[in-house]
């Protein structure tokens, strides 16, 4: 056998099985092509994933924490927005942003000129401290390049099929390294330190690689529920709250999405919902009858349904919108995405018109914000702490698996040496269900792995040179 050869030999990948050899070959080309395309991608989402986390679980999503010194008295959330309408003349007022905590200050986001800024205001005295571009902030610049690279649609395609191809790598990865064959589990759950070059980071990879590989599955598909095709096209409207729940309330022609300042603030299970219109007698007794219907009177319903700490009131943005109040994971607000809240007021009336709250979403919204706020690490900061160690341990994994690449290639040779295609390889029954698996759940994905499998086919396998190149 020839050095070139003998460094393919799918026994590198890991323990080769006492049956089916040439399975185990083919699971490790998968492997190894899935994450040429993966691996640029995951680390990518790791470092800007761990700028947002940092912000997330420490700080602000609007950067660092602005403090005021706490006194009794607190001055009307009027008085406090009229400071920010004061500054930025001509803006329009779009959401309050209860404090946190007490030494802590009122957020007011208001829409001008194009700008959406968001404007700190001392609750205490309804002095303005602090004013920021929302789209100008590090967690924002870090979540657009997290979420479309830059490039609108194209990076969210892209991306798209970097987590589903991901969801590929991960699969595979758990095939070569499951024990068998003699192999014990300790083999694989402790790396070998003893061992020395390209073993020592196989062992790191493989068992790096089989401790987070749950937590990046959950990583890969929660990220997925954002994505415009298999999210915004199939999973969410599927697990969508229905607004039929909500009985005899005028709908509007909006979707919760519009709520949004930023770019995902919603609850992932309403955004597709359409916001209910105000001017209707639907509904119950909120704002007491011959008050005036403001930001002060839905302010204190606020905390008359028992929404307390940091909390949302959107202010309605026509005249069939609707004051809108709102605590979730989703924003920041809560640490307990079971305790999800929102409150829809009718802008005339007063009136409580709709409701929804965790125990109302489906299993499937459900399963996402409680999935959603683990990604985003807004369960406290325990979550905070290990998702950091979860990216960092991500960058490792595909640093360690280039370094192995790096290091089982011939010297000189700048091929690809991709693991080899058995000769008289018969039909894996299993490998075929997977794959059609992964088209089916992710058609973008699949697509593109169809694609990749005709063209290696139908060009790659009839062109020696080109074939010699990539192999």
Known sequence: MSRTAERASPADAGTRPSRHPDFHAVAWRWHFYAGLYVVPFLIMLALTGAVMVFFTGFQTRLGFTVHVAQQVAVQPVSAQSQAVLDLRAGGQLVEYIAPRAPDEASWFVVERDGLTEAVAVDPHTAQVLHLVDKQDTVFAWAER?????????????????????????????????????????????????????????????????????????????????????????????????????????????????????????????????????????????????????????????????????????????????????????????????????????????????????????????????VGIALHQGDLGLWNAVLNLLFCAATVFLCVSGVVVWFKRRPARNWRLVAPPVPRDLPLWRTGVVLMCVVALAFPLSGAVLLAVLLLDWLVISRLPALKNRLN
């Open 145 to 369: 390049i997290h979420g479309t690279l830059l490039i609108g649609d194209v990076g969210d395609r892209l991306i798209e099929v970097a987590a589903g191809l991901g969801i590929v790598m991960i699969v595979t990865g758990l095939y070569l390294w499951w024990p068998r064959g003699g192999t014990r589990w300790a083999q694989v759950l402790v790396p070998d330190l003893r061992l020395q070059g390209r073993l020592w980071w196989r062992s790191l990879h493989a068992s790096v690689g089989f401790w987070i590989s749950a937590v990046l599955f959950v990583f890969l598909l929660t990220g997925l529920s954002w994505t415009g095709v298999w999210g915004a096209q199939f999973a969410q409207p599927w697990g969508t709250f229905p607004a039929a729940k909500w009985d005899a309330v005028p709908l509007s022609d909006a979707a919760h999405a519009t709520l949004n300042t930023g770019k995902k603030e919603v609850p992932w299970g309403l955004e597709q919902t359409p916001l209910p219109a105000s001017g209707s007698s639907a509904g119950m007794v909120g704002v007491p009858a011959g008050q005036p219907v403001n930001l002060d009177a839905v302010a204190a319903l606020a905390k008359q349904l028992g929404f307390s700490g940091q909390h949302h009131i959107h202010l309605p943005k026509d005249a069939t919108g609707v004051f809108t109040v709102s605590a979730d994971t989703m924003s920041g607000d809560l640490k307990n995405p079971t305790q999800d809240r929102t409150v829809h007021v009718d802008q005339y009336s007063g009136r409580v018109i709709a409701e929804a709250a965790f125990a109302d979403y489906s299993p499937v919204a459900k399963g996402m914000a």
